[in-house]
C-alpha cells in the first residue's frame, strides 16, 4: 500500500529515488512535505494560533533532529535533543540555555497536558522579542518563521553534500523508517 510522502511524492517511489541517487527531487520531497505539514498551513490560515504554532513547533525539531540523525525515533533524548537543537541552531540562538525549559514546560507541556508549564506563555504580539526567558513568554510565530528558515538552511547544506556523505546516509536511514513505517 502506498502512503503520501507529501502530495506530489508516495512512498511507492521511494526505492527508485534513493536508487537514482537524485538529490534535487529527494530535497524537493522533503521541502513538500515540511511545508505542507508544518509551515504553510500557518501562513494562510487566518484561525491561525500560537498553541497550535508551538505543537507543531515541537514535532519540527524532533523530526529535523530525527532526519539529521537518521533515527527511527527519539524517544527517551528529550531534553538532550532541544538542548542540542538550540546550541546548534543559526536562527533560534536566543533560545541557547533554554532547551530543557523549552522541552519540558513548552514541549511535553503541550503534548502531555495540552497546556504550557512552569509559567511560560505564548503569544503571537509583534511587539514582543521572539523569547523574553525573564517573563517566560515566546513568540510563537517568529518562533515558526525562524525554525522554517533552519530547516532551509539544512536543506541548502545538504545541496552541497555528496550523496554518499554520512549526512546524506543518515538522511536516507530515517525516510527509509518513514517508508517502513507506510507498510
Not at 524517544?75 to 542540542?84: M, P, T
Not at 526567558?133 to 510563537?140: E, M, P, R, W
Request: glycine share 6%.
Amino acid at each position: 500500500m502506498s502512503v503520501e510522502l507529501s502530495s506530489s511524492f508516495s512512498s511507492e517511489g521511494w526505492q527508485e529515488l534513493k536508487d537514482s541517487q537524485d538529490k534535487t527531487q529527494i530535497i524537493t520531497v522533503l521541502r513538500h512535505r515540511y511545508s505542507e505539514r508544518y509551515f504553510e498551513p500557518f501562513k494562510k490560515n487566518e484561525m491561525k494560533h500560537g498553541f497550535s504554532m508551538m505543537a507543531v513547533s515541537c514535532l519540527v525539531i524532533e523530526s529535523l533532529i530525527s532526519l539529521k540523525r537518521g533515527w527511527r525515533k527519539t524517544n527517551g533524548a528529550g531534553r538532550v535533543i532541544f538542548e542540542e537543537f538550540f546550541s546548534t541552531s543559526h536562527h533560534l540562538t536566543d533560545f541557547t540555555g533554554l532547551g530543557a525549559d523549552f522541552y519540558e514546560h513548552i514541549r511535553c507541556g503541550i503534548l502531555h497536558q495540552a497546556e504550557t508549564t512552569g509559567g511560560w506563555r505564548i503569544r503571537r504580539d509583534f511587539s514582543l522579542p521572539i523569547v523574553c526567558a525573564d517573563t517566560k513568554v515566546i513568540h510563537a510565530t517568529k518562533f515558526l518563521n525562524q525554525l522554517e528558515k533552519e530547516f532551509e538552511e539544512f536543506l541548502s547544506e545538504l545541496e552541497e553534500q555528496d550523496f554518499l556523505s554520512p549526512q546524506w546516509a543518515r538522511v536516507i536511514k530515517k525516510i527509509d523508517h518513514v517508508v517502513a513505517n507506510c507498510g
